[in-house]
């Protein structure tokens, strides 16, 4: 079996750990790994799973060899950087969303749009955490009967905005149960205007603010999914909403569809498809919640239930590892796909 | 001006408490405060507003000569002990579910339906918490064109579920901080088959499950939300979700109107209506959040914005004080209505 040489581009962040986990976990045919970082992070050594990597910096010269690199250094690095990967022959899996909506560029969450990966042009974006999670939920519904419309309210954990994130919802929790003052910096975006505290509290926005009072966020899941799911006229709104959660994202959605999906079958075909796992108990208080989806890779449905405020709706609670499916996860299965497919 | 013999009965629990405070704040017209709790707290002494008060025990005969009774003890308390007051003449604002859906009992937000006080027979509910600020947040844009159809998501802070469970959640989030063992009790609520962890989680769970699918929660928002409106056809559904935030409720709110309201609009009519306030300014990241909203007895509104995916619609974030404006103070704004209407 052929071995490929990986660089993995933002070693250093939550994303760029989890791309090293999660490789290893799935045998991913590795014969050589880089760690890539900015020149800060470059020199340093790290640990994963027992082997010691010592940080590059990520320069254009670095990805010569490079069969697979994954980016997870944000918009500005894959700006500047997978389009020279690229020129080398490397095959770019880009986590930032700097290029998911050129039509050009593939947008692949593999469950559900895995032929879009060919006519590649060497770099493929991941979606963004929140749409993979919401895709994967609505595509085996999809197939059931045509949605008509989406209505998904998102409860995002900080994970989403990175260590410091995480990190400051613990430091805030502390101060508040101890009664002192503490700082805000992270949320809703470090360097915004104005910072809110996350702790104990909801911050109805992630990423900046549209002219049309949408947030990026909430736009990256309406036209992402519409991507995605090849349904360019699909009509979906969004709220997107920042918890006090370190990691897993949850989402509450509404589905109306173009004729009759049970409950029943709407369960039936969730658990058949690929990457998800129902858990819809309610005699036994079994529901997909966070705290019991993190650090794992499918993406969990539960509380299935008929919209009786149309002719054939359905709600139901979608909750994932944003980190994991909603990230790196997801990438490697893209390289998987890609291998597979014998597009490299 | 007439003053009232008032009791409280659930003095000693969290809307009790709010209860006494909000009666001082609106300078209600009291002769007499008796507060009533159950026979293990009676003649204990708690200090309300730098004054003591005895705790009696809440039987029938405790309504003798009492005026008005604000009941917040749950729904067996209330079916107890109501039908005794009102037969000695006392009027009952009821804060339990036990009657509100019962077609002779008004159930009242005087915002949006005052005049449902009207004929009352002794009895009056006062609606769960996340029904009372939705539709005083419809109510305005109702009044703009008249309303299609409501997608609520909420985000319900632990103080609804109790002192303890607000005490279980700091507890929890102290003891993950510190990579301790913790207790699970309260959460989806006291003495269930399952308890869940709240801290930095989410449990999809409010109340007990219904055959349906939903729960109790959420068929309280779609059932109370029409009553109260006056729209029994009302096309409304809703998923509750327990996030791990002391006090204060929001919710994620999809309105589809039959004609055009835009968010100017809709900005307009919320900021002119009773107890509201409109906290919507992208520009300056300013939207309401729990911790800004608690401790306060309007509704607040925010992320107010025109929803693409239908012909005629808007997504808004409502936020407000549980205990406050979705308990306490409504209850007692019912009783200056019934004063108003010389109802009394």
């Given at each position: 079996?052929?071995?490929?040489?990986?660089?993995?581009?933002?070693?250093?962040?939550?994303?760029?750990?989890?791309?090293?986990?999660?490789?290893?976990?799935?045998?991913?045919?590795?014969?050589?790994?880089?760690?890539?970082?900015?020149?800060?992070?470059?020199?340093?050594?790290?640990?994963?799973?027992?082997?010691?990597?010592?940080?590059?910096?990520?320069?254009?010269?670095?990805?010569?060899?490079?069969?697979?690199?994954?980016?997870?250094?944000?918009?500005?690095?894959?700006?500047?950087?997978?389009?020279?990967?690229?020129?080398?022959?490397?095959?770019?899996?880009?986590?930032?969303?700097?290029?998911?909506?050129?039509?050009?560029?593939?947008?692949?969450?593999?469950?559900?749009?895995?032929?879009?990966?060919?006519?590649?042009?060497?770099?493929?974006?991941?979606?963004?955490?929140?749409?993979?999670?919401?895709?994967?939920?609505?595509?085996?519904?999809?197939?059931?009967?045509?949605?008509?419309?989406?209505?998904?309210?998102?409860?995002?954990?900080?994970?989403?905005?990175?260590?410091?994130?995480?990190?400051?919802?613990?430091?805030?929790?502390?101060?508040?149960?101890?009664?002192?003052?503490?700082?805000?910096?992270?949320?809703?975006?470090?360097?915004?205007?104005?910072?809110?505290?996350?702790?104990?509290?909801?911050?109805?926005?992630?990423?900046?603010?549209?002219?049309?009072?949408y947030t990026k966020e909430e736009m990256k899941i309406i036209k992402e999914t519409q991507k995605i799911m090849g349904l360019p006229q699909l009509k979906i709104t969004?709220?997107?909403?920042?918890?006090?959660?370190?990691?897993?994202?949850?989402?509450?959605?509404?589905?109306?569809?173009?004729?009759?999906?049970?409950?029943?079958?709407?369960?039936?075909?969730?658990?058949?498809?690929?990457?998800?796992?129902?858990?819809?108990?309610?005699?036994?208080?079994?529901?997909?919640?966070?705290?019991?989806?993190?650090?794992?890779?499918?993406?969990?449905?539960?509380?299935?239930?008929?919209?009786?405020?149309?002719?054939?709706?359905?709600?139901?609670?979608?909750?994932?590892?944003?980190?994991?499916?909603?990230?790196?996860?997801?990438?490697?299965?893209?390289?998987?796909?890609?291998?597979?497919?014998?597009?490299?």
């Amino acid at each position: 079996m052929k071995k490929y040489n990986v660089a993995i581009v933002g070693a250093t962040g939550m994303v760029g750990e989890a791309l090293t986990q999660v490789l290893e976990e799935r045998n991913f045919p590795i014969n050589n790994l880089k760690m890539l970082a900015s020149a800060r992070s470059a020199n340093t050594v790290m640990e994963f799973g027992g082997k010691e990597y010592r940080i590059e910096e990520a320069e254009p010269g670095a990805f010569e060899g490079v069969d697979f690199a994954f980016f997870s250094a944000g918009g500005d690095v894959s700006k500047e950087l997978a389009p020279e990967a690229v020129k080398r022959g490397t095959i770019v899996v880009d986590n930032s969303s700097a290029f998911r909506m050129e039509p050009e560029i593939p947008l692949v969450v593999p469950e559900v749009n895995p032929q879009d990966v060919e006519g590649h042009k060497g770099l493929i974006s991941n979606p963004n955490c929140s749409t993979i999670q919401l895709v994967v939920a609505l595509q085996p519904l999809h197939q059931l009967s045509p949605m008509k419309r989406v209505v998904v309210s998102t409860y995002q954990s900080v994970s989403g905005a990175g260590k410091e994130a995480v990190d400051e919802l613990l430091d805030q929790s502390q101060a508040i149960i101890d009664g002192k003052e503490f700082e805000k910096n992270m949320i809703p975006h470090k360097g915004a205007k104005r910072n809110h505290q996350i702790a104990f509290n909801m911050v109805p926005q992630l990423d900046v603010f549209q002219d049309n009072g949408y947030t990026k966020e909430e736009m990256k899941i309406i036209k992402e999914t519409q991507k995605i799911m090849g349904l360019p006229q699909l009509k979906i709104t969004s709220t997107t909403v920042r918890v006090p959660v370190t990691l897993g994202h949850s989402e509450s959605v509404n589905i109306e569809f173009q004729g009759e999906v049970t409950p029943q079958e709407a369960r039936k075909a969730l658990e058949n498809f690929p990457g998800i796992i129902v858990i819809d108990d309610p005699d036994e208080l079994l529901y997909p919640m966070p705290v019991d989806c993190a650090h794992k890779d499918e993406v969990f449905v539960g509380r299935i239930r008929r919209d009786e405020s149309v002719d054939y709706g359905l709600n139901i609670w979608v909750v994932s590892d944003n980190i994991r499916k909603g990230a790196a996860t997801n990438s490697i299965q893209i390289a998987e796909c890609i291998i597979e497919k014998g597009l490299c």
